[in-house]
T-cell receptor
């Protein structure tokens, strides 16, 4: 079956512009996660969804970052007024349910470059 | 604080040689432990996981890992490395009752022909 897909695969934007990153999870997966991967860093947890609700937004680095999930499926991560430090690979993962016992399946990521 | 340490940023081995990638964790609860691999331009793929039971875990692509509670370690091993194993490897920890994985900073493996 189809895995987790993300779009775009690459995004170059100018400082100060807004960007939207999209994630399509595996069908039937109720939990969805966003991570950020910066050069030399591990994966930094940003936010997770259980269904359409986001019980934990604690990882969002600033109020310029927001995310939503509609219909229990597709999720969009929005970064407003992008800064150069936002440049990173943004990874999305989904799992059957929320919980560490459930394997997280990762998408290929969106590489964001802010110039 | 919960943390995962991968002490080796880069490792280079010759094809056919054995491999061991180190992972140490600090976690208050009984951990769930994972190893993921990331090939260039790809997402992360799960190699193996440990929840409980036998401390030696077999995974895909000929990898195995051993959980050592006394050393807070979960090292990844492969007896004979193939050129296609060149990638970045991430160790992660979670726990029962939580949803979040904590990832290490990764080890980049280079394989010499």
């Amino acid at each position: 079956g189809a895995g987790v897909s993300q779009s775009p695969s690459n995004k170059v934007t100018e400082k100060g512009k807004d960007v939207e990153l999209r994630c399509d999870p595996i069908s039937g997966h109720t939990a969805l996660y966003w991570y950020r991967q910066s050069l030399g860093q591990g994966l930094e947890f940003l936010i997770y969804f259980q269904g359409n609700s986001a019980p934990d937004k604690s990882g969002l680095p600033s109020d310029r970052f927001s995310a939503e999930r509609t219909g229990g499926s597709v999720s969009t991560l929005t970064i407003q007024r992008t800064q150069q430090e936002d440049s990173a690979v943004y990874l999305c993962a989904s799992s059957l349910e929320a919980g560490a016992v459930y394997e997280q399946y990762f998408g290929p990521g969106t590489r964001l470059t802010v110039t | 604080a919960q943390s995962v340490t991968q002490p080796d940023i880069h490792i280079t081995v010759s094809e056919g040689a054995s491999l061991e990638l180190r992972c140490n964790y600090s976690y208050g609860a009984t951990p769930y432990l994972f190893w993921y691999v990331q090939s260039p331009g790809q997402g992360l793929q799960l190699l193996l996981k440990y929840f409980s039971g036998d401390t030696l875990v077999q995974g895909i692509k000929g990898f195995e890992a051993e959980f050592k509670r006394s050393q807070s370690s979960f090292n990844l091993r492969k007896p004979s490395v193939h050129w296609s194993d060149a990638a970045e490897y991430f160790c992660a920890v979670g726990a029962s009752g939580t949803y979040k994985y904590i990832f290490g900073t990764g080890t980049r493996l280079k394989v010499l022909a």
